[in-house]
């Protein structure tokens, strides 16, 4: 049966080179819009829609979501595929792991955010495990002005009521390796400089100044009649953050990057829009025209990785992780197609590294178990490689 959606991802999940399909729906805004044709028809939560070659075959994991974000990846580095519903509001997130063929409910978090905004992982110190970025909201600073604009949010959430066991918190989460034996991943955003990021929608991870480490990019404002009708045009006005990474240790603002936009950002996603090897950005702004940001830092190189698989249902590749070892050392993406706030992603993958750094090899770990292996790069910094060659593009 299909359901409502807010938000997808493809993956393949059982490893039979197809994708399969999970949805979760914002069950807020399907009630305000079908009331109770909404209620009488079931809701619709979280589904996980399994391909069979022949059409697709679905499974409710669970019947209520506020889902703003999704996430399907090996979240805890132990092997397993996992799945992570961000929820607004007090529905805390779900997570799943994907073991004997079947999603089973996985405890992967000691806290998380209130209001889940987006996510993304990334490999922040090229240790070949990926951190877990979960946005939410939460004022930059406490100055007079920042707790005058904030005040209404701010008394909402101290007047909710706290639930023995309660996890949430409304702030960002950021999540290494380390994890407790039985309350999972543990949050460590104030360490790296970025718990609080302003009214925060979609965040991203992309080598921007190509130095080897992957750093993070967030869009933020808020507009809402409610929340802030004590301000011009009942708007939240932030800049948007850009953050450097300092070798994987910590995030620092990079305001000199230029792209602090105040024109309240939503979606967001980085590519090479022009071909020359970096990335560049794109906003989806709500109440003024998208933005382009071309990337003039001019710093490192590159290389570039686009997937094909010939003849299979998965024709790019997606989910499929690529380790690339170098001089300057490893580096290590995953191809999905969404990240961030109903943001999709390229189908390519993206390496930034110094300037005369010496390939030496990629491995290629398709999502069917199938590997691939390139040392032959010649001078082409994009490549596209298939199951059974490699070729300049």
Not at 186 to 201: L, R
Not at 297 to 302: E, F, I, K, R, V
């Amino acid at each position: 049966m299909l359901r409502p959606a807010y938000t997808v991802a493809w993956v393949d999940a059982d490893r039979d080179g197809d994708l399969d399909l999970v949805t979760a729906s914002y069950d807020a805004e399907l009630l305000q819009l079908l009331r109770d044709s909404f209620l009488n028809s079931g809701g619709a939560g979280v589904i996980y829609y399994e391909n069979t070659g022949d059409g697709y075959e679905s499974t409710r994991l669970a019947e209520q979501a506020q889902a703003l974000a999704l996430a399907v990846s090996d979240v805890n580095g132990d092997g397993l595929l996992d799945l992570v519903v961000g929820n607004d509001f007090s529905l805390p997130d779900q997570s799943w792991s994907f073991v004997d063929g079947a999603w089973r409910p996985a405890g992967l978090f000691a806290t998380t955010t209130f209001s889940t905004m987006s996510f993304d992982l990334g490999d922040i110190n090229n240790d070949g495990v990926f951190e877990f970025f979960a946005a939410d909201m939460h004022p930059v600073d406490e100055t007079p002005d920042s707790e005058a604009a904030w005040r209404y949010v701010t008394s909402d959430l101290n007047a909710r009521q706290v639930l023995p066991g309660d996890t949430q918190a409304s702030r960002n989460m950021f999540y290494g390796p380390e994890q407790t034996a039985d309350q999972g991943l543990i949050d460590q955003a104030a360490d790296y400089g970025i718990a609080a990021t302003g009214w925060t929608w979609s965040s991203k991870f992309g080598d921007l100044d190509q130095d080897g480490y992957l750093d993070l990019y967030l869009v933020n404002g808020m507009a809402s009649v409610e929340l802030f009708g004590h301000l011009p045009d009942d708007e939240l006005i932030e800049p948007n953050y850009a953050f450097r990474n300092d070798a994987g240790a910590r995030f620092v603002p990079a305001p000199e990057w230029g792209l602090g936009s105040l024109s309240g950002g939503r979606g967001m996603s980085m590519g090479d829009l022009d071909n020359d090897g970096d990335l560049d950005i794109v906003v989806n702004n709500l109440n003024a025209p998208a933005q382009v940001f071309e990337n003039q830092l001019c710093s490192g190189a590159s290389l570039q990785v686009e997937l094909r698989a010939p003849g299979t249902p998965n024709l790019f590749g997606l989910g499929a992780r690529l380790v690339l070892d170098t001089s300057s050392g490893t580096y290590t993406r995953e191809l999905q197609a969404a990240s961030g706030y109903l943001s999709g992603d390229p189908v390519r993958a993206h390496f930034g590294f110094p300037i005369g750094t010496q390939l030496e090899q990629l491995n290629i770990m398709w999502s069917d178990g199938v590997v691939t292996t390139v040392t032959d790069f010649g001078s082409d910094p994009f490549l596209i490689i298939s199951r059974k060659a490699a070729k300049p593009a």
